[in-house]
């Protein structure tokens, strides 16, 4: 057994990363004993198991993510979502809210509106139909205030980091609310202007250096740099 390229490394679709009998997940195919990238990404090793992130793309739904999404249409029973997927996602109104409904006498636009953000679980997605959304579990719902950025999907684990050591320091050390979507976008709200946006510049920072290893030292020492000023 033999791993080619060093944890954390960059690497090519169609490299050859490893040799020998390792467990796969995602963004690596085997062809005899040897393993490839299917992505240009990032290569990670965990004891027996490899994978490689792609350091781009676009967010593709998994039952059960939580995601940050916009109303962009509302129909008498449902809205029309968008989760930043290549396909519409459908919110009923029967998961939106846990009010009685009645769409002959009541108004969808009074659960939300065009234009709102939400927070919001995928519930059904199998390529066969769109996406459907619920946000009648607690935590879910309209997102009030704040301001949202957008970033890969394939960046998220790095800005949670491991055990949500990475997120957790940014939002103690910056005295913010963060949410982060398995979609890529991220929901910051702050009391304080400059610390909202210091919070987003350390985001920007771990997706710029998501391949450098120590990464949550060197989110650490620049934070602490920025909050001396």
Same mark, same amino acid.
């Given at each position: 057994? @033999? ?9 090519? /679709? ?10 796969? +997940? ?23 198991? %490899?994978?490689? !992130? /792609? ?5 593709? /739904?998994? %039952? ?6 916009? $109303? ?8 029309? $979502? ?8 459908i919110l009923l109104v029967s998961n939106a809210t846990n009010d009685y409904f009645d769409p002959i006498k009541d108004d969808a636009r009074k659960i939300y509106k065009a234009g +709102? ?13 769109? /996406? ?34 990475? %997120?957790?320091?940014?939002? @103690? ?5 963060? %949410? ?27 997706? !710029? ?21």
């Amino acid at each position: 057994m @033999a791993v080619l390229v060093e944890d954390r490394g960059l690497v090519v /679709p169609g490299q050859l990363i490893a040799e020998g009998k390792f467990e796969i +997940d995602t963004g690596v195919y085997k062809i005899g004993n040897q393993y490839f990238s299917e992505y240009v990404g990032t290569m990670f090793h965990r004891g027996n198991k %490899i994978a490689v !992130r /792609p350091l781009k793309g676009r967010y593709m /739904p998994k %039952i059960g993510d939580i995601v940050i999404g916009y $109303v962009e249409d509302v129909a008498l029973t449902s809205f029309t $979502v968008d989760i930043g997927a290549p396909y519409p996602a459908i919110l009923l109104v029967s998961n939106a809210t846990n009010d009685y409904f009645d769409p002959i006498k009541d108004d969808a636009r009074k659960i939300y509106k065009a234009g +709102d953000a939400i927070r919001t679980e995928v519930i059904s997605f199998d390529r066969t139909r769109d /996406p459907q959304l619920t946000t009648t579990k607690e935590g879910l719902g309209k997102l009030v205030g704040g301001r949202i950025i957008e970033t890969s999907p394939m960046h998220i684990r790095r800005i949670i980091g491991r055990n949500g050591s990475m %997120i957790n320091m940014i939002k @103690a050390r910056t005295d913010t609310k963060m %949410i982060v979507g398995h979609n890529g976008r991220i929901w910051i709200r702050g009391d304080d202007l400059e610390k909202e946006l210091l919070a987003m510049e350390a985001i920007q920072k771990i997706v !710029r250096e998501a391949h450098v290893s120590g990464l949550t030292d060197r989110v650490d020492q620049f934070l602490t740099e920025r909050l001396r000023r």
